[in-house]
Structures are given as C-alpha cells and as structure tokens.
Nanobody, 116 residues
Framework: QVQLVESGGGLVQPGGSLRLSCAAS????????MGWYRQAPGKQRDLVAT???????VYADSVKGRFTISRDNAKNTVYLQMNSLKPEDTAVYYC??????????WGQGTQVTVSS
C-alpha cells in the first residue's frame, strides 16, 4: 500500500519560513520523481517544484529563489524549504510521487497559510 504523508504546514507571517516534509512508504522511493504541488481555493492544482532521481530540480517561476526542494533517499522523504513566504503562497500543498504517467501517487495535502 502506497502512502505519502505530508507534514510541516501551518500558519506563518509574511516573510517567514516553513519546511514541508513528505514521507513515502510502499514504493521504491529512489526511482520516483518527487514533487510538490499546491492548490489555492477555487484554483487548479499547480506545480511548485520537482526533483528527479538524479537530483535535477524544476521550480515554478513564482517560487524560484525562495523555495528549495530536496530528497533523502535513505529516509524515503522529500522536503520543501519555503522562505520569504507571501500571502499568495497560501494553499494546500500536495506531495507527488511519479514513476510514469500511469504510476503516479498523491498525498492528502497539508495546509499552508501565510497571513499577518
């Protein structure tokens, strides 16, 4: 049974930082591209960042220079370090594990709220 369990969300003031974690089980973590996506109320789910098995990363333009994705294959965990948070970063953040277009798993999501 595949599980992706996100943690680390919460309420933070503008300019603050949070680190999200996603612990995976039930998959061979090292062969999956891992990613973070987010969905704000009334909007579609959008890419935030991905990291491949080789460690290559891709970021949405809106988070470049502020967010950093990383993975620890020994711990089956992917992280998203979020700095200089803005109110527009408020969303539910979802962890994704993708091996192929049809082998694709999602976590339940963690809420991030940026507000003063």
């Amino acid at each position: 049974q595949v599980q992706l369990v996100e943690s680390g969300g919460g309420l933070v003031q503008p300019g603050g930082s949070l680190r999200l974690s996603c612990a995976a089980s039930g998959i061979i973590f090292s062969i999956y591209t891992m990613g973070w996506y987010r969905q704000a109320p009334g909007k579609q789910r959008d890419l935030v960042a991905t990291v491949t098995t080789a460690g290559s990363t891709v970021y949405a333009d809106s988070v470049k220079g502020r967010f950093t994705i990383s993975r620890d294959n020994a711990k089956n965990t992917v992280y998203l370090q979020m700095n200089s948070l803005k109110p527009e970063d408020t969303a539910v953040y979802y962890c994704n594990a993708r091996y192929s277009p049809i082998v694709d798993y999602w976590g339940q999501g963690t809420q991030v709220t940026v507000s003063s």
